[in-house]
C-alpha cells in the first residue's frame, strides 16, 4: 500500500485518519517515490518476489501532480522491470482529482480500473467547508466510466442508510456500477458504526437483493469472495 500522501481535498465526517492528515500535508516527490521503490525492489528480490502489486492509496493519491505521477509511475515499473519483476498498479481515490492527464495514466498504468469511495443517502462526504461532496464525486464516477474506464465503487453502510439497504443496490445497479460494502469506524467525534448483528441483517438483506437478481447486472465484490471461499 503506498499513500504518497495524507493531505486531501475532502474532509469526511467519519473519517479515522484525520489527526496523520493534519499533522502532515505533503506530498511525495518523485525522488523520494524512487528510494522507496527501489528497497522495495531489493526486499523482493532478496525473497524470489515474481509479483508485486502497488496500491495507491492515502489520503488522496491523486493530489499527486500528473507529472510527478507519470515519473513515479514509469520509475518504478522499470525498476522492477530490471529484476524480473512484475508490478501492478491500483488506485483507491475520490475521484475528484481526476482530469484527462490523470486518466490517460489510469488507462496506461492501471489497466483502466479504478477503485472510488461514495456512500449513498448520507451526507458524510463533504469538502472541507461542510459542503456536500457526494454528487460531485458520483458525476466524476460516470464520466471515467463514460470514458471506459473499470469503475469499481467501496460503499460505507452506516446507522444512518441502513433501512435503505434496497435502495443502495437499485442506485448501483442502475448505474452499472460494481460495488463493495464495508461500515465506518467511529472516531472520537462521530458514531455512526452499526452493531455486528444490525450489520449482518443488513448484508443478509443485500445478499438476497442480490442473488435474485437475475439476470445480475453489477457484481458485489465481497459476496464474489465469499463464494469463491466456499467453492
Known sequence: MFKPTYACNLACRYCHIHRLRDADQEVIKPHQASTLFNWIADYADMHNANVVDILWHGGEPLLVPSDDMSRILADY????????IE???????NLLMLDMQKLEL???????????????????RCFPNGKDASSRIWQKALWAKEQGVNIGCITQVTAKNVDKIDKIYEWFRNSGISFKFSRTRDTDEYATTLSDEKYSEAIKRLFDIWIEDIPQKISISNFVEYIQMLL
Open 87 to 93: 508490478c501492478s498498479s491500483s488506485i483507491q481515490t
Open 77 to 84: 515499473n522499470e525498476t522492477f522491470a530490471k529484476k524480473g
Open 106 to 124: 489510469i488507462k496506461k498504468y492501471f489497466n483502466s480500473v479504478v477503485g472510488f469511495s461514495y456512500d449513498c443517502f448520507v451526507d458524510e
